[in-house]
């Protein structure tokens, strides 16, 4: 099959662009091609000067999170407690009797009303069906009493927060691990709803132009999710899977390494939390506030480990203080990891002092970020770390200072859409005020470095593809203008016409 006509951005630097991509079986056979031309009957698409690119990876994406939120009440951009709450009524009308309410994307940061969640609020329009709504940073669930019910009384767990009313009486709201623990035991979700929505997920990844996901819900179970998917209907998504690093025990028992599995789906990583998130000021601060979850002295370990093992780590650190002891367990530890060339990685990366930000690529640690926290987070940012802005979301510093940078969406955090991240990325605004911080603004090649080229690095995958050159797998997708033909203001309304994964249109085939 060639593709020809339009304009083919490889992401490689020595071929840049050409007119024309050939495809043959599941690789890209070559660029402008005297051979394939004259092959007997090849079959030409005219793609009328649309932009082809490699397939996109979200590189931090909760992936059967995400599918079943799809689903949910959604209670992000409200600006008032009763905003929330008319939403909430409104979903429980349309619910069948006996299914939970679920829903996410809360902030009470975002109301201007200055009231807080509490369960009476939520029992008013809930009434005696249990509900949980998870809060916009995926840091705290607030609960009616119905709901609270469920644990008897059980709330309390380290590293857990559980907060109370002037008599002693649980609000409502739980955060971190007594959140985590509460939902792990009390809203399990079935294994055929999961599946079901990640189908439907798949699709719909598939018409933002999304070839691959770094997931990171290996804690729920994803991978056996997404070996089932495949056993089902063909996975023609590639996923490269985190599992919690406290399973490195049964991993080593099986003598697995890094990379298990298949060319759609692959276990590669541990996942570890070093603290908690900005919205519900649990990240782990050099000023000594926030929610430290595991240590320095721990991480290190965790690290030493699992390299011994064959696995690399990715570690959630947001704030400063988890940053810098991330970083100086890798140090302490790149003896035992960088021989044996491992990929590490930190997730987020969000406030980072400023001495600390060459030190990723100093160390070869990858940053995992999110372009559109960036313009998401601002406000936030500038009243909890107004006197650290020049760490915070640095992404260009970052990449100037030669680190890997991935990015991802975070999703259900924000949505699972690579051009939309891009585009923060680029503009670092989402609502037509100035761009936030525009130092740190990436160049439209950096973005999409990160974005297509950056994450097959860190799967080991980037000499099989992430660029458009002969040899690599066919994973592309179509836009239907050049990018680099726009000017910035028209960069959101570029749209994805078609994806393409192992040389298999998955989404809109031509003609189109
Ligand atoms: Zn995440």
């Known amino acids: 099959m060639i593709l020809e006509n339009g304009i083919v951005r490889t992401l490689d630097p020595s071929l840049p662009i050409s007119r024309a991509v050939a495809v043959a079986g ?24 649309r932009c082809v690119l490699p397939g996109f990876t979200d590189s931090h994406v909760h992936f059967p999170t995400w599918a ?32 939970h309410l679920r829903g996410f994307g809360w902030r009470d940061a975002d109301w201007t009303d200055g009231l807080h969640p509490t369960k009476e609020d939520l029992d008013a329009v809930t009434g005696a069906r249990p509900a949980a709504l998870i809060s916009k940073d995926y840091h705290s669930l607030w609960l009616n009493s119905a709901a609270l019910a469920l644990a008897g009384g059980d709330l309390e767990v380290d590293g857990g927060v559980v907060e109370r009313d002037a008599r002693g009486e649980p609000t409502g709201v739980l955060r971190e691990e007594a959140a985590w623990r509460f939902k792990e035991r009390h809203l399990t979700i079935p294994d055929d709803e999961y599946l079901e929505a990640m189908r439907s997920g798949v699709k719909l990844a598939h018409t933002r132009g999304v070839t691959c996901v770094h997931d990171k819900d290996g ?27 406290e399973t490195l025990p049964s991993l080593q028992a099986l003598s697995l390494r890094s990379g298990i599995g298949s060319q759609m789906l692959r276990v590669g990583y541990l996942k570890v939390f070093m603290d908690g998130a900005l919205g519900s000021q649990t990240a782990w ?5 926030g929610v430290q ?4 002295e721990e991480l290190a370990e965790i690290i030493r480990a699992g390299a011994e093992a064959g696995w690399p780590v990715a570690v ?14 890798f140090e302490q530890t790149r003896d035992v990891w960088q021989p044996r060339g491992l990929r590490q990685r930190i997730e987020h990366a969000q406030c980072v002092a400023p001495e600390d930000l060459p030190r990723f690529a100093e160390l070869g640690v990858a940053v995992s970020a999110q372009f559109s926290h960036a313009p998401s987070d601002r406000d936030l940012a500038e009243r909890f770390w107004s006197d650290k802005l020049d760490g915070t979301y640095a992404f260009r510093s970052l990449l100037d200072s030669g680190a890997v940078v991935a990015n991802g969406s975070d999703a259900p955090i924000e949505e699972l859409d690579p051009w939309s991240g891009v585009v923060a990325g680029v503009l670092r605004t989402l609502d037509g005020r100035e761009a936030w911080r525009p130092e740190e603004a990436l160049t439209l090649e950096q973005a999409l470095q990160a974005t297509c080229v950056a994450p097959s690095w860190l799967s080991h995958d980037e000499r099989i593809r992430g660029t458009l050159v002969p040899g690599r797998l066919a994973d592309l997708v179509v836009l239907d203008r050049d990018p680099f033909a726009c000017e910035p203001a028209e960069l959101p309304d570029v749209n994805v016409v078609a994806t393409m994964v192992a040389g298999r249109w998955v989404h809109n085939p031509p003609p189109w």
């Not at 601060?285 to 506030?289: A, E, F, H, P, T």
């Open 26 to 49: 599941d690789r890209i056979a070559g660029g402008v091609g005297v051979h394939e031309t004259s092959l007997a009957s090849p079959e030409t698409i005219d793609l009328e000067g």
């Open 68 to 99: 079943v939120a799809q689903r949910e009440v959604r209670l992000d951009a409200c600006t008032s407690l009763d905003e929330t709450l008319d939403r909430i009524r409104a979903a429980r009308a349309t619910l069948p009797e006996g299914v």
């Open 219 to 245: 804690w729920l179970g994803a991978a056996g999710l997404w070996q089932r998917l495949d056993e089902y209907g063909g996975l023609m998504l590639r996923v490269w899977q985190s599992v919690p690093h």
């Open 285 to 289: 601060m050099l000023d000594g506030s």
């Open 293 to 296: 979850i595991t240590s320095g």
């Open 316 to 329: 959630h650190a947001i704030g400063d203080r988890a940053n810098r002891e991330a970083l100086d367990a």
